[in-house]
T-cell receptor, first 113, second 115 residues
């Protein structure tokens, strides 16, 4: 079955440093979504990428979808303490009939002030 | 809109007990799903439903039952709780369109401990 892998699992940064998490799929994705989960909270949708090579920005966050639509990345510039949490990528289930999302295991962002 | 609501927030069970985790959404979403989240394992799909009367299994369905009698509600039943079912359970919903996927809205979660 389809696998969505994320690296790194944990990332420690000093406040103000940049952060990047990478997502790789074993199959081509029709789209990819990113979610953020604050400690003790629930996942919250950030963005969806659909087109090959697509780049989208949300303030200090930059999302990219690879040309082959098998990988994606999330880059945060100048991290702040509010960025703490776990970032998940998710892609559609492959195969007919399934209607769900396959989530990566997430990258935990820990920020040291 | 309340969005996706889940009850209870916390629950402690003894091995062998049964219980139902409630989930409701008021956004008229066709698609609803249940995930469990364990440390280092991410979010794993238990069961999902694409509409009232239609359910299907996800990645880790064993030990759980679901039903979908209305668009709004999607309860998850633990038939005979086991310590391996200690986890955080999230219910999620989204619109289901033919063109592309839409964002999933997650409930606040139920933190379940099985002793």
């Amino acid at each position: 079955g389809q696998q969505v892998m994320q690296i790194p699992q944990y990332q420690h940064v000093q406040e103000g440093e940049d952060f990047t998490t990478y997502c790789n799929s074993s199959t081509t994705l029709s789209n990819i979504q990113w979610y953020k989960q604050r400690p003790g909270g629930h996942p919250v949708f950030l963005i969806q990428l659909v087109k090959s090579g697509e780049v989208k920005k949300q303030k200090r966050l930059t999302f990219q979808f690879g040309e082959a639509k098998k990988n994606s990345s999330l880059h945060i510039t100048a991290t702040q303490t509010t960025d703490v949490g776990t970032y998940f990528c998710a892609g559609p289930e492959s195969g007919g009939g399934a209607d769900g999302l396959t989530f990566g295991k997430g990258t935990h962002l820990i920020i040291q002030p | 809109n309340a969005g996706v609501t889940q009850t209870p927030k916390f629950q402690v069970l003894k091995t062998g007990q049964s219980m139902t985790l409630q989930c409701a959404q008021d956004m008229n979403h066709e698609y609803m799903s249940w995930y469990r989240q364990d440390p280092g394992m991410g979010l794993r799909l238990i069961h999902y439903s694409v509409g009232a009367g239609i359910t299907d299994q996800g990645e880790v369905p064993n030990g759980y039952n679901v039903s979908r009698s209305t668009t709004e509600d999607f309860p998850l039943r633990l038939l005979s709780a086991a310590p391996s079912q200690t986890s955080v359970y999230f219910c999620a919903s989204r619109l289901r369109t033919s063109s592309s996927y839409n964002e999933q809205f997650f409930g606040p979660g139920t933190r379940l401990t099985v002793l």
